[in-house]
């Protein structure tokens, strides 16, 4: 289905006008033709209150034709079943009055920006029995409008398995906007809850590639080599690729993915506590590690200092028990209290 936009029907000022003469016209023609009867002219008289009561009686008709667009608002409107255009840009028009708009996803909210139901108002009003059919007919038209915005799509957090095989909850936010309206209403039944469904079936297929944090032996990017990508320090090149994998399940619909945010990222709550004492005790590794390399830089050069300075003579006994006292003392979770020997060291 390829799009066809309608741009010689932004007439609807003047015709509005057009209408308004005819139905003044209809209304003299009952009131001119009563007159005639009444002056015994039968057949005129007779002919101009038949013409004028019939067009009293259809004349809402035409006016059912007007559509008015606001800025970044389309209308794909169908005749008896055929598509036969889109009104896309803004402006006062006039199409064929048994035209009808299409929106399959009017009735559709989704947990987004910008998604809300058009409230009723009134096409035109001419008399007291006819505003009715023109609120009707309002309303429906500004509830088969749709949107070309740029709509954010906050997503539910869904559960998924990291590469690892560990449960972790993940949410994502997507930037998207209708591009072709023919694709979107007709190429898929409701495209709101399509893209819906594809944002969650993409966020599952790629977050299976990751794991949540740094492991070994690891192949993120399907190279075959392993490589540190993670969910937690690699976020901008996963939501790069959660964009791409929605972009390629929607562009049958005529939806353009403009970006894709991660919104919420966690283990899930049976294992949180465990993954958290994990991180903690490797974080204490990594701080031993770094508080042992350190203090034996701090001996050797202490040591070497010693040595250079020739301040004191010390054989290798004396230096164990030196380099032992120093790394206890640089190594210990609290300061080390100081015992002052008075007497000689032998």
């Given at each position: ?25 209809g209304i ?15 057949v ?42 889109t009104?896309k840009?803004?402006g ?5 009055p ?7 996803a ?11 139901k058009s409230g ?30 740029i ?31 023919a ?8 495209y ?44 901008e ?24 945010r ?36 701090m001996?050797e ?46």
């Open positions: 289905m390829k799009e066809k936009v309608l741009q010689k029907n932004k007439n609807g000022m003047g015709m509005l006008f057009l209408f308004i003469l005819l139905y003044i016209a003299a023609a009952i009131v001119f033709g009563g007159v005639l009867i009444n002056d015994g002219g039968s005129p008289g007779i002919l101009m209150l038949v013409v004028g009561i019939l067009y009293a009686v259809i004349g809402w008709i035409p006016f059912c034709g007007l559509k008015i667009l606001k800025p970044q608002e389309a209308l794909v409107l169908t005749l008896f079943g055929k598509y036969v255009g009104l840009e803004e006062f028009y006039f199409v064929n048994f035209c009808s708009a299409v929106n399959p009017a009735g559709t909210k989704l947990n987004q920006s910008g998604d809300v009723t108002g009134k096409l035109l009003q001419i008399s007291a029995s006819e505003s009715v059919n023109a609120e009707v007919a309002a309303a429906a038209i500004a509830g088969k409008k749709i949107s070309l915005k709509m954010t799509l906050n997503n539910s957090r869904q559960k998924i398995n990291d590469c690892l095989g560990n449960p972790i909850e993940i949410g994502i936010a997507v930037m998207w906007k209708v591009t072709d309206t694709k979107a209403v007709f190429n898929v039944d409701n709101k809850e399509y893209l819906s469904l594809q944002c969650d079936s993409a966020l599952r297929n790629i977050v299976r590639m990751y794991p949540y944090d740094v492991a070994e032996n690891v192949d993120t990017t399907g190279d075959g080599i392993a490589d540190e990508g993670s969910l937690r320090g690699s976020s090149i996963v939501a790069e690729r959660i964009r791409k994998e929605i972009q390629n399940k929607v562009s049958d619909a005529g939806l353009e993915i403009i970006e894709a991660i919104t919420y990222l966690a283990y899930a709550p049976e294992i949180a506590a465990v993954m958290l004492q994990r991180q903690q005790a490797s974080a204490i590794v990594d701080a031993r590690k770094m508080i042992v390399d350190g203090a034996v830089g001996v050069m202490a040591l070497e200092r010693l040595s250079e300075k020739e301040v004191v003579n010390l054989d290798e006994e004396r230096k164990a028990a030196m380099v032992s006292n120093l790394l206890v003392v640089l190594c210990g979770n609290k300061d080390a209290q100081p015992v002052v020997n008075s007497g000689s060291l032998y």
